[in-house]
């Protein structure tokens, strides 16, 4: 009878498909944004298949970025080097300043190519629920670089969210009483957009349209 015939044992594997070290690999990279467990096994393989012309050299950056990463103490920017790169760089105009909420926004901007100027680096943007008060952020800091004179304009390039025109709105009435231009990103930046994520046609729109703020 069929009730009689025993089920047929089939072996149990582990589904780990390489050793320890390298499945800790994989899971590091798939810590990394826009990177699943997917596309970091992709990339591990990747690596260990070009290992003297891609495994190396990564190491060797990764290991020099770690040594030498540093906060701009002028405009919060991320670097090997304080002042940063675009601190730095006297071809920059300094009488205009771009306010970003986050270092990415600055990399997506400045990517453009259309920004003469310089940046300053919020770290964030005001949120009553996520408890982010203006003292949380690089905001004094702000407010002293245009006390100091020498900035015309003022660019509020803030996030298309709630958190974000707040926070813009906070920062037009703390620069209100200074002689300066404010203005902000206009058509081509879509409400609740990020501007890490828009490409660099929208973002190169949004700068060449923006207004004054108010």
Same mark, same amino acid.
């Given at each position: 009878? &069929?009730?009689?015939?025993?089920?047929?044992?089939?072996?149990?594997?582990?589904?780990?498909?390489?050793?320890?070290?390298?499945?800790?690999?994989?899971?590091?990279?798939?810590?990394?944004? $826009?990177?699943?467990?997917?596309? #970091?096994?992709?990339?591990?393989?990747?690596?260990?298949? /070009?290992? %003297?012309?891609?495994?190396?050299?990564?190491?060797?950056?990764?290991?020099?970025?770690?040594?030498?990463?540093?906060?701009?103490?002028?405009?919060?920017?991320? *670097?090997? &080097?304080?002042?940063?790169?675009?601190?730095?760089?006297?071809? &920059?105009?300094? &009488?205009?300043?771009?306010?970003?909420?986050?270092?990415?926004?600055?990399?997506?901007?400045? /990517? +453009?190519?259309?920004?003469?100027?310089?940046?300053?680096?919020?770290?964030?943007?005001?949120?009553?629920?996520?408890?982010?008060?203006?003292?949380?952020? +690089?905001? *004094?800091?702000?407010?002293?670089?245009?006390?100091? !004179? !020498?900035?015309?304009?003022?660019?509020?390039?803030?996030? #298309?969210?709630? %958190? !974000?025109?707040?926070?813009?709105?906070?920062?037009?009435?703390?620069? %209100?009483?200074?002689? @300066?231009?404010?203005?902000?990103?206009?058509?081509?930046?879509? @409400? $609740?957009?990020?501007?890490?994520?828009?490409? %660099?046609?929208?973002?190169?729109?949004?700068?060449?349209?923006?207004?004054?703020? !108010?």
């Amino acid at each position: 009878m &069929r009730g009689d015939i025993a089920p047929v044992r089939r072996p149990h594997y582990h589904k780990r498909m390489a050793s320890t070290e390298i499945e800790a690999l994989v899971q590091q990279l798939a810590r990394l944004p $826009g990177l699943g467990p997917r596309s #970091a096994r992709r990339a591990v393989l990747h690596l260990m298949k /070009k290992r %003297e012309s891609s495994f190396a050299p990564l190491l060797s950056a990764l290991q020099t970025v770690s040594e030498r990463l540093v906060t701009c103490t002028t405009c919060g920017n991320v *670097d090997t &080097r304080d002042p940063c790169a675009i601190c730095a760089d006297p071809r &920059r105009d300094e &009488r205009s300043l771009c306010v970003v909420e986050e270092v990415s926004d600055l990399w997506a901007l400045d /990517k +453009s190519r259309l920004f003469p100027g310089k940046y300053h680096v919020l770290g964030g943007r005001l949120s009553a629920l996520e408890g982010v008060r203006p003292q949380d952020l +690089s905001i *004094d800091a702000l407010v002293a670089r245009v006390a100091a !004179g !020498g900035i015309d304009e003022v660019v509020l390039a803030m996030n #298309a969210t709630l %958190e !974000g025109q707040t926070t813009a709105h906070y920062l037009a009435e703390r620069l %209100e009483g200074y002689p @300066v231009r404010l203005t902000q990103l206009a058509h081509g930046l879509p @409400v $609740g957009g990020e501007l890490d994520y828009l490409d %660099e046609g929208t973002l190169a729109q949004a700068l060449r349209a923006r207004r004054p703020v !108010g």
